[in-house]
């Protein structure tokens, strides 16, 4: 990650993707995003990635079931949810699969900025 981070930003709203991509965007971060959890498994079968960012609630295959996927395809970068719809059972299954960090929207874009730095800065972010 020293040479900097490669972001994957799956969410089904092109707007809020764009705007993680502005508000994160520093020298040596690169973003991609995908509308679609099938369309961010399909992004990362074609590059590496060091961090996944994702909705939780999403048409067809949800947050969760991406993160499932990317543990089976032992995924080793670092996975944050950002979601409205983080109940207490989907919180214990992200936490099951060792996401990382989750928050819920609305978020504080400066939490989430900080969890993105500790993750540049090899911390874990928790």
């Known amino acids: 990650?020293?040479?900097g981070l490669c972001i994957l930003v799956v969410d089904d709203e092109?707007?809020?993707?764009?705007?993680l991509c502005?508000?994160?965007e520093q020298p040596g971060r690169k973003f991609?995003?995908?509308?679609?959890a099938e369309e961010g498994l399909r992004t990362l079968a074609n590059g590496k990635f060091d961090i996944i960012i994702t909705d939780h609630k999403m048409p067809g295959m949800s947050g969760l079931?991406?993160?499932r996927r990317l543990r089976e395809q032992k995924f080793d970068?670092?996975?944050v949810v950002l979601s409205a719809h983080l109940s207490p059972e989907?919180?214990?299954?992200?936490?099951?699969?060792?996401?990382?960090?989750m928050l819920p929207k609305p978020f504080d874009l400066t939490?989430?900025?900080s969890v993105i730095d500790s993750f540049s800065s090899g911390n874990n972010g928790a």
């Open 111 to 113: 939490h989430l900025r």
């Open 65 to 67: 079931d991406l993160v």
């Open 90 to 101: 989907n919180i214990r299954s992200y936490t099951e699969l060792a996401v990382n960090h």
């Open 14 to 19: 092109p707007a809020v993707a764009q705007a």
């Open 77 to 79: 970068g670092k996975i």
């Open 22 to 24: 502005y508000v994160l």
């Open 1 to 3: 990650m020293q040479n």
């Open 32 to 36: 991609v995003t995908a509308g679609t």
